[in-house]
């Protein structure tokens, strides 16, 4: 399991965002699947696998952006 730090660290290397009040809040919205742990709830741990989804994911909605396609309308 990965925390906050960990997660930002592999999406600053992806070029994805190089801020954890941005994963944090990822997480909050749902978009990051993680788990508060029992250390002062502040902090979250997150499965590698889950980390993994979404970094294609954001990959694919950069493409899509970079191609003028939007599929959400």
């Not at 906050?4 to 749902?30: M, N, Y």
């Not at 978009?31 to 741990?45: G, V």
Request: aromatic fraction near 6%; glycine fraction near 4%; avoid cysteine.
């Amino acid at each position: 399991m990965l925390n906050v730090k960990e997660v930002t660290e592999q999406l600053r290397a992806e070029g994805i965002t190089d801020s954890e009040q941005v994963v944090i809040r990822w997480i909050l919205d749902g978009k990051i699947k993680a788990r508060r742990t029992k250390h002062l709830n502040l902090e979250y741990s997150i499965n590698p696998a889950d980390l993994a989804s979404f970094i294609v994911e954001k990959k694919i909605e950069n493409k899509i952006k970079q191609f003028g396609i939007d599929f959400h309308h």
